[in-house]
T-cell receptor, first 112, second 110 residues
Framework: DAMVIQNPRYQVTQFGKPVTLSCSQT?????MYWYQQKSSQAPKLLFH???????NEADTPDNFQSRRPNTSFCFLDIRSPGLGDAAMYLC???????????FGPGTRLTVL | QKEVEQNSGPLSVPEGAIASLNCTYS??????FFWYRQYSGKSPELIMF????GDKEDGRFTAQLNKASQYVSLLIRDSQPSDSATYLC??????????FGTGTRLQVFP
């Protein structure tokens, strides 16, 4: 089945220890998004790629970086996680910007 | 004013009743409107989208859009306990990015 896959599903890291989350898709969608969602809050867009074009949200901390080496894969790097970065990280894809977004299962990040 | 507003709930309805979830948005230029269901600890799942004024029905779900009033709603008929979840309203905004509301928690009790 075509889908969006995120690995790992659960990630525990220590304060300040870099972590990388991955996302892959078999939908061949042009757009890939990374969201952060904390409890009882709306998903917060961190950045998105339209094909290879990277778009960073103005309020996304410099601590967060992303890579999209090809159409299928996208990575979220958190260089020095703080306690406030503990959240669910959601990857989503869309055939075109403005159309509905298809979400992966998410990665739950815990920072100790 | 928040760009997309929803009542956080919880909205409690008995099994078999109609659940009515509401959403207002601030950008008059928005063209696409989406309803996602999110179970606790899970990712959002698209259940409906609507682009034109009026009603759109899909099974037990009906989305209603009124662009003049900047209002979109979701009706769930014959509510089931399995419908208990948070429902996120999303609206396309500047640069075609989706703007999400904080969601309405729905509880359907037997």
């Amino acid at each position: 089945d075509a889908m969006v896959i995120q690995n790992p599903r659960y990630q525990v890291t220590q304060f300040g220890k870099p972590v990388t989350l991955s996302c892959s898709q078999t939908l061949n969608h042009n757009v890939m998004y990374w969201y952060q969602q904390k409890s009882s809050q709306a998903p917060k867009l961190l950045f998105h790629y339209y094909d290879k074009d990277f778009n960073n949200e103005a309020d996304t901390p410099d601590n967060f970086q992303s890579r999209r080496p090809n159409t299928s894969f996208c990575f979220l790097d958190i260089r020095s996680p703080g306690l406030g970065d503990a959240a669910m990280y959601l990857c989503a894809t869309s055939r075109e910007a403005g159309l509905y977004e298809f979400f992966g299962p998410g990665t739950r990040l815990t920072v100790l | 004013q928040k760009e997309v507003e929803q009542n956080s709930g919880p909205l409690s309805v008995p099994e078999g009743a109609i659940a009515s979830l509401n959403c207002t948005y601030s950008d008059r230029g928005s063209q696409s409107f989406f309803w996602y269901r999110q179970y606790s600890g899970k990712s959002p799942e698209l259940i409906m989208f609507i682009y034109s004024n009026g009603d759109k029905e899909d099974g037990r779900f009906t989305a209603q859009l009124n662009k003049a009033s900047q209002y979109v709603s979701l009706l769930i008929r014959d509510s089931q306990p399995s419908d208990s979840a948070t429902y996120l309203c999303a609206v396309n905004g500047v640069s075609d990015k989706l703007i999400f509301g904080t969601g309405t928690r729905l509880q359907v009790f037997p």
